[in-house]
């Protein structure tokens, strides 16, 4: 199957019940669960509330108009929008689109891989939130992620703790021992950030900054700037 038809598939499971419960609930537990049943915890509470330090220092480093993928119940971008600074998200759950509207920021149902508003425009992308396991395959994400950005575009990855590079197929369910509502099986990824930097290709990407703050792991990758006339993409002589 390819990442696109993967991605369209996924959007079904982010749709579910569980996600759509929680969302509304406006707290979990929720959690991706694994074929061998281990599971992993989705902060969903803290999706669900106002951006928190954490975010703001993100957001500080952001060049408008910003395009946040997999933009959830909508913190980061409703953050923006309060600035004043263009945002767009986007999300495959109607749950959290009508969410992160509600909080004032301008989202859409949308794949990633649909065709989107703006695309080789937008000066930053996020992939933040374990966003960067859309689709199970971090190498077309991030090829996809180069064609919506400008030339000299800024991506922001959030990373896992550790060299972790995992694709596995996992459902979203709710408390253990809950009710037994899950989604069927959709394709993840798990990377750490020497993974992450493995999948950017240095044709592509070039590392601008990495960081730690309150235990979270970010990237700040920037797609390659054509120069001409001995000037690079800022204006400045080289």
Not at 88 to 109: K, M, N, P, Q, W
């Amino acid at each position: 199957m390819s990442v696109v038809r993967q991605a369209r598939a996924a959007a079904r499971h982010w749709s579910a019940d569980p996600y759509a419960d929680a969302l509304r609930a406006g707290g979990g537990p929720l959690f991706l669960r694994r074929g061998d049943g281990w599971l992993l915890p989705l902060e969903v509470d803290r999706w669900c509330a106002r951006a928190d330090a954490v975010d703001r220092e993100l957001l500080d480093r952001c060049e408008p108009a910003v395009l946040d993928v997999g933009c959830g119940p909508g913190r980061l971008v409703a953050e923006l929008a309060a600035r004043g600074e263009p945002a767009l998200g986007i999300d495959v759950s109607e749950a959290a689109v009508a969410h992160t509207r509600r909080l004032g920021g301008r989202a859409l149902v949308r794949s990633v891989f649909a065709p989107l508003p703006g695309a080789g425009r937008w000066r930053t992308a996020l992939l933040v939130d374990g966003n960067l396991g859309i689709g199970g395959d971090p190498g077309a994400l991030l090829a996809r992620m180069a064609e919506l950005l400008c030339p000299g575009g800024l991506l922001i990855v959030e990373t896992a703790p550790g060299d972790i590079d995992e694709r596995v197929t996992v459902r979203l369910v709710g408390a253990p021992g809950g009710p037994a509502a899950a989604s069927t099986p959709f394709p993840w990824a798990r990377l750490g950030t020497p993974a992450l930097l493995r999948h950017a290709g240095p044709s592509t990407w070039r590392i601008s900054d990495r960081w730690t703050a309150g235990g979270r792991h970010f990237v700040a990758l920037r797609t390659h700037a054509p120069t001409v006339a001995g000037l690079d993409h800022h204006g400045k002589v080289n």
